[in-house]
């Protein structure tokens, strides 16, 4: 946490007529979310003409034009069991968004309960999740939306905080599950240790606590560094709590964002539970566009390839982030921020009681940024001090543009909140 | 309702031996489902190469392949908006099935209410809904999933019983819906009257009854004649029953069956509603394969030519249903059977207590017919009479064969009950 310096107060003119400057040029520039840019769409291109004439059966020869095949592809499962660490029989491939399946398994656990549940959850008095924070806005929307009571807990470098969990789940017999973006955690980078994981899936809790352990960013590296992949089921499975996790994951970040295919992974328990209830809901996802992706990716290797063209296009883009923040910010001392390893998102904290007002003026210069408070369940932030950027999705020029745009907000926020204290 | 002519009995030894030499064939033909063959399939398979090089963003430049446009692909929509007769800005092209969506429509009603609820529906005592018979099994198989009550109602040629719907609506006010597919019904090719449709959108029932209107067979004719398509949002409207109905349908049986596009249209209100529902599961549909469909569709008119071709190859096999039928069965008064304008079914009706004892027949001869019961809620056709059969999905040769020898099944059990009541 950064304390205002004592040179910020006597900057505030200074940095009042460099924010008037700006919101002059009326600039338009979108660092909301995290969406992949043109450039990197245009990578899976090929999807626009596969899979092909006369290119319709799976290797067994199933014609995939028609109903059935409930479980998706086996191919494509093959393609990123190892990655995800699912064996293919337990990982399902389905329909083009892994945030459906997020939102489809809690759905079914509140009207029909999961394995190990008395009753749906629906029918309990109270049920709780456990939210590490900074998190990810649209987890705790769906939990929101679904009516779960969301109790933050602190997200550390190596995942969330052990400590708080252990205290939260011997306080409140409500709690049933925490979400976790294990690798390139959203939005800090945190990437879960082992060690973490390992207390997570032996935590003491109800036969029905569940881990959603939603693994986004399983194969989205800017570096060169490779975390090595966790084992999370076979270590519940040690643990004595098999069925306690459910693994998501997507190609919305490998081919296309709204024409990928999501994942879902778990216990054999937890499959037959989820594919049972899925039944009725579905005849089979879209598997032509699964065999799309077969023949795009061709193997764990051709994934791994096509994720270092991701990395050409989105590593300078983070390279800029940190480049524009220590120039404008760091002299100042200004805010402290992560530098992921991977992921779609830095995160990046400011004085207690600064982030909405930075934001505002941010928006008022045309610079939209992730509002705060998004980071935390119910948008709130209590400390008012989190910001989301995300820099994928322009281009290099505006992500420049805006990130040196924000900082001059954001210093004239410092410098007035400084400045009021000072008062 | 056919009754057991007297010379049945006489035959028995005849049938049994028919029976036995059909045994000994060693078929294996599947008459269950309403799947469309490998040659309707192939009448759309432009999909396989389509959109093609750099066709990716919609009329009004939208890049299809990022996140994004919940409500689906505006020019999808106004191609299906006349012949479903619901407004674009009411009309909803989302995921490769109408299944999901109406099973999504009765999850969210039961997590969260619909317009004009109370509390959820879910929160209820008892939620019950009228399963117009015979039906469709996954309708009855997703309200009991959802732990709806299901009460049948008999469906007439020109729509359900009003009578008895009204009756039922009198006694219990636990009913909040009604199944309906109005267009050559499942499975009786029935199809409803704008008075039948006028009636069901007027009935005295509470805010939040809901009709699910599942069209999923608006377009697919097999005769010449062409139902004039009934406007119930508007009818609906007009008896100040607005947000009554939920229109279903999809283009699982236009395009391909697994990888189309299903719609959900229905009044401003409750298009908001899903909406807002369905943003905590969905980013958006698979806009890209939504382009493939209005580029191999191109128009109202293209739809409408691509339906002929439909008719084409499966009104042969509607023929063969009656052929078959009127050949082997009508000489011995067994059965009476629709004789459907459109749709995937035909339905049959034998003497009481004999469908489960034919079907179970033609299993053993390798024939696999819909398992008696599945039109009936709770797969139990009380007189055990109605058989689905599905022409569409064999050959022609294949579906010969599985009549025949269905036949043989049915006139077998037939003689075997009217031995046993002549006994």
């Known amino acids: 946490m950064s304390t205002a310096p004592v040179t910020l107060p006597d900057r505030l003119a200074e940095f009042q007529s460099a924010y008037d400057e700006l919101k002059a040029r009326g600039l338009r520039l979108d660092l909301t979310r995290g969406k992949p840019a043109a450039d990197q769409l245009a990578l899976s291109d090929a999807l626009l003409t596969l899979p092909g004439a006369g ?7 199933t014609d995939l034009r028609n109903y059935g095949g409930a479980s998706g592809l086996p191919e494509l499962r093959a393609l990123f069991s190892d990655a995800l660490r699912v064996p293919v029989p337990q990982l399902l491939a389905l329909g083009n968004s892994s945030l459906t399946l997020m939102h489809d398994v809690l759905a079914f656990a509140m009207l029909h309960g999961v394995p190990g549940s008395e009753r749906p959850w629906g029918r309990e008095e109270t049920v709780s999740f456990l939210c590490p924070v900074p998190g990810y806005d649209r987890h705790f929307a769906i939990t929101e939306a679904l009516g779960v009571r969301m109790i933050p807990v602190p997200l550390n470098d190596d995942g969330p905080d052990i400590a708080a969990v252990k205290a939260a789940l011997e306080l409140d017999p409500t709690i049933k599950g925490i979400w976790c973006v294990p690798v390139y955690s959203n939005p800090t980078g945190a990437v879960y240790s082992e060690e973490v994981a390992r207390e997570l899936v032996s935590l003491t809790a109800g036969d029905d606590f569940r881990i959603m352990w939603d693994n986004a960013y399983a194969v989205h590296h800017i570096t060169d560094w490779r975390p090595e992949p966790i084992d999370v089921l076979r270590l519940a499975a040690e643990a004595g709590n098999p069925d306690r996790v459910f693994v998501f994951a997507s190609t919305s970040k490998v081919t296309y964002a709204g024409a990928g295919v999501g994942f879902l992974g778990s216990s054999p328990d937890n499959i037959a539970w989820f594919s049972h209830w899925a039944s009725f809901q579905s005849i089979g996802p879209d598997k ?92 709130d932030d209590p400390e008012d001090a989190v910001i989301r950027i995300a820099p994928t999705f322009p281009t290099i020029d505006d992500l420049n543009a805006g990130l040196e745009g924000f900082c001059t907000a954001l210093l004239l926020a410092e410098a007035e909140k400084a400045s009021a204290s000072a008062a």
Request: aromatic share 8%.
């Open 288 to 379: 032509l566009n699964q065999l799309r992706h077969v023949e795009l990716l061709q193997s764990p290797e051709g994934v791994a390839a096509h994720m270092e063209k991701h990395r050409a296009l989105i590593a300078p883009k983070f390279a800029a982030v940190q480049e524009v923040f220590g120039r404008r910010l760091a002299p100042f001392g200004v805010g402290s921020w992560t530098d992921p390893k991977g992921g779609y998102f830095v995160t990046l904290t400011v004085s207690p009681g600064v982030a909405k007002r930075a934001i505002a003026l941010a928006a008022e210069a045309g610079i939209a940024i992730t509002p705060a408070g998004s980071t935390h369940p119910y948008l």
């Open 55 to 61: 290119s319709y059966t799976d290797a067994a020869g």
